[in-house]
């Protein structure tokens, strides 16, 4: 697998479509009119790691009792973050800052979105990146601001994870779940 080039154990291995269709099955069953509690964790990837980590957050979090769907934000717009009440996002940086190649819609659309737009979203970031490079988590950096100026609620400070992420990742978890049993007021 693609981590394992880097150095990295893989968390998950999913054969390439795999996540998706199961994801999009999750979903169906998920939203129905209005809000969902369904937990929605979204990662942009180029190496698959983002993606590794998106399903095993899920998997992690269906195991603790909530109901959790991982989707590349290639196949989410923006614009329907306004029916989930909680967000994770795993993101990795590409190249010097940028958002990977088929994430660049996504980015861009949430951009657009006006201010004040998501105040019933809880959010938590997970940025991924190398210090190697000038722009480390820039991407990761640029969700979470624009989120906060949608009018999105942080659940915890965005995490910043360089190529030996895994402890990073391990107490990102850990805070995301605490965050998720406490009782939440919507606005």
């Known amino acids: 697998m693609l981590a394992q080039n880097r150095g990295i154990k893989p968390l998950l291995q999913f054969p390439a479509g795999r996540l998706s269709r199961m994801d999009k099955r999750q979903e169906s069953r998920s939203i129905g009119g209005g809000m969902s509690s369904t937990v929605l964790i979204l990662y942009a ?11 095993l957050t899920a998997l992690r ?29 795993i993101a990795s940086t590409w190249g010097e800052g940028e958002p990977p190649p088929d994430a660049e819609e996504f980015v861009t659309s949430l951009g657009k979105l006006p201010a004040e ?16 490079y000038p722009e480390f988590c820039a991407f990761g950096r640029r969700l979470d601001e624009d989120l906060a ?26 805070a995301v779940l605490a965050q998720l049993k406490e009782p939440h007021a919507a606005g």
């Open 45 to 55: 990837s180029v190496s698959g790691t983002a993606e590794e980590l998106a399903a």
């Open 61 to 89: 979090l269906r195991t603790a009792g909530s109901d959790a769907v991982a989707m590349n934000v290639a196949e989410f717009p923006a614009m329907r973050l306004t029916e989930f009440d909680t967000v994770l996002v």
């Open 117 to 132: 737009s998501l105040p019933d979203l809880r959010y938590a970031v997970l940025a991924l990146g190398s210090r190697a």
């Open 149 to 174: 100026r949608a009018g999105a609620r942080r659940l915890l400070p965005r995490v910043e994870c360089d190529t030996k992420f895994k402890a990073d990742y391990e107490a990102w978890f850990a």
